[in-house]
């Protein structure tokens, strides 16, 4: 092989040992976990999450990456915002704008983990099966990690079928429930209307099934239609 054809080589060679390495070196980088986010952005972001999360049931843990550009750059007037509604569950992005100039927004990832309890199913639950205590079981882990609908006090129980099969040890979720109708349509019930210093006891027939919990339409003597919250005693009551 001629000096200049081996010159040629070797260089072609050197080149791709550098593009290989400047691969493995971007692959690491991706590859390497999440740094925490640190200096004066982290107490805005934090603060703004924790008011999003207050009415979440269960006690949220927060985390929040720095951005893969380093720490955010100095703002006077930082907030902090959750672009297009997205949910607060699990791993979500966080608008971060500088309302002062120079003017700029940046994002920056966040994991949310909501710690509570929820319901699953101690044994097999057939459908159609009316639950009971012994039906399920309660369990503490992350509610961010469930499906929305997941059963989370145990009041959510009851007086509910299984619409379908609920495996054992699967979350129950209030989607595979039903209420057990608790008055039948054409049954009379008790109305009770609710207003400022009096109480007004009448009586109606349910126009149509209803369980404990649901809102139920009555007829009532005069022909009227009301609608009101069925209670578990069969009562339906109404708030003027």
Known sequence: MNKPI??????????????????????????????????????????????????????????????????????????????????????????????????????VQARIAVMGTYHAAARQIEAGQALSAADTVAREGDLAALPASVVVDASQLAGQVALNRIAVGAPVRRDQLRGVPLVQQGQTLKVLSR????????????????????????????GQLVTGMLGADGVVERVN
Request: charged share 15%; proline share 8%.
């Open 6 to 107: 081996r010159q040629a080589l070797q260089g072609a060679f050197a080149g791709a040992r550098a593009v290989l390495l400047a691969l493995a070196v971007q692959a690491g980088a991706h590859g390497a976990a999440p740094v925490p986010l640190t200096g004066y952005a982290r107490p805005v972001i934090e603060q703004f999450l924790a008011s999003q999360t207050a009415g979440l049931p269960g006690k949220a843990q927060i985390s929040i990456d720095a951005p893969l550009s380093g720490n955010l750059p100095p703002c006077d007037a930082l907030e902090a915002f959750l672009p297009g509604g997205a949910p607060l569950r699990g791993r979500v992005s966080v608008g971060v704008r500088c309302n002062a100039d120079p003017r700029w927004t940046r994002y």
């Open 195 to 222: 207003g400022p210093g009096f109480v007004v006891s009448t009586e109606g027939k349910a126009m149509a099934s209803a369980a404990a919990g649901a809102r139920v339409q009555v007829r009532m003597q005069g």
